[in-house]
């Protein structure tokens, strides 16, 4: 599989959306497995996944009543990236087509990036660096993209990019309002991170906000 078609399928990754609202939880679990990949680790339980996968929803997500780490960790499969080593018979939730949280935890169940993905990765290092990128461009303020990387434990290798921003900018607009929106005054964080505030826009840039 050639790299503009391991690369664009990641581009294509289907993000639930309403309206301004969107729930970026297949792009983290994506960018979760490849720090994982960076270190060796091809595969995952979802035992194992579910705490990490709902601390990074509640940090980097959009705020709602309860997280579902499960949705990412099956649904991915959809995107032709991930695949999950399962039974067949694995009981359903009631009204869905994914299994009961319950089923995934007590068999133990696997996933790993689809095996293409994997020899894809395997041959070029630097798509690890270019599929993150791309997935913190298309979903995520640039304000926090570190934030994430620290989080689940990714380093990128140095890229080129035409835009290039003063690091200190958006300390010293934040420093000035005083953490809060110049509009609105909207000052919601999740943890010690300031959702939905950026330096250059009203509203994220990812979420088509103008400049």
């Known amino acids: 599989m050639n790299r503009p078609s391991i690369l664009n399928r990641f581009d294509q990754l289907a993000v639930w959306k309403r309206g301004d609202q969107r729930a970026p939880h297949k792009p983290l679990l994506v960018l979760y497995a490849l720090g994982r990949w960076q270190r060796g680790r ?14 990074l929803l509640r940090e980097f997500g959009p ?22 080593q399962a039974p067949a018979d694995l009981p359903k939730k009631a009204g869905d087509d994914i299994p009961r949280v319950g089923a995934l935890r007590s068999k133990d169940i696997r996933a790993a990036f689809s095996s293409d993905v994997q020899i894809a990765l395997r041959d070029n290092p630097r798509l690890v660096t270019e599929i993150a990128t ?18 689940v434990g990714l380093t990128l290798g140095t890229t080129k990019t035409d835009k290039k921003r003063d690091p200190s900018f958006r300390q010293r607009v934040l ?23 950026d330096a250059a826009h009203i509203r994220w840039h990812q979420a088509d906000g103008p400049d």
Do not use: M
């Open 42 to 55: 091809k595969d995952v339980t979802f035992l194992e996944a579910e705490p990490d996968l709902t601390a």
């Open 63 to 84: 705020p709602r009543k309860s997280d579902h780490p499960e949705q990412p960790f099956w649904r991915l499969q959809n995107d032709g990236v991930w695949t999950v």
């Open 134 to 151: 791309r997935l913190l461009e298309r979903h995520f303020p640039e304000s926090i993209h570190q934030d994430i990387l620290n989080s």
């Open 175 to 197: 420093t000035a309002y005083e953490y809060r929106c110049a509009v609105c005054g909207f000052d919601v964080r999740l943890g010690s991170v300031s959702i939905a505030l």
